[in-house]
């Protein structure tokens, strides 16, 4: 029986021994290499975006007063009239809406004539014509003392020519705002 014994005492060492040798070949091996130490901390070195630009014209300006008239910065007259026609009502009014919106903003208004009269008369004419724009301008509630008027008379036309064409083109109040 002793040895008998001894087999099993024998085949349960061999067991155990077996059972511990797989088990540590199961066991976590440690990694060949470690990884890297985590560096300092990384800070976004990337520039924030920069701020959208505003397209288009600065605001109150000549440029955005324009844009903002469609480019009806001229109200046109009959021949040797300086009343306000219900064409240039309409433009004076959109005019007026800008100037009201922009309280700061001060405009001459230029009075011009075609080339057909004399130079004093044409002055005076053109005086009128922008003296009856800035009128219908304060008639709107734009102060009167934002507005200044100016008459060139027959001496700027936009149009040199010397047919009915461009003495119509060249009867105006064109109003410009100062910067």
Known sequence: MPSMLNTRLLSAGVLVSVSALALSACAPKPPKQLPPEPGPPV???TPAPAPA???????????????????RDTIHFAL????????SADILRVQAGWLLKYPAKKATIEGH???RGTRDYNLALGERRANSAKAFLVSLGV???????VSYGKERPVDPASNEEAW????????????
């Open 113 to 115: 004539a075609d080339e």
């Open 43 to 45: 800070t976004n070195t």
């Open 143 to 149: 102060d009167a003392s934002r507005l200044t008027t």
């Open 80 to 87: 040797d009239k300086y009343d306000i026609d219900s064409i």
């Open 53 to 71: 630009m505003p397209s288009g014209p600065t605001p109150g300006s000549q440029a955005d007063f324009l844009a903002s008239v469609n480019g």
């Open 168 to 179: 119509a083109k060249n009867r105006r109040a064109v109003t410009v705002t100062i910067d």
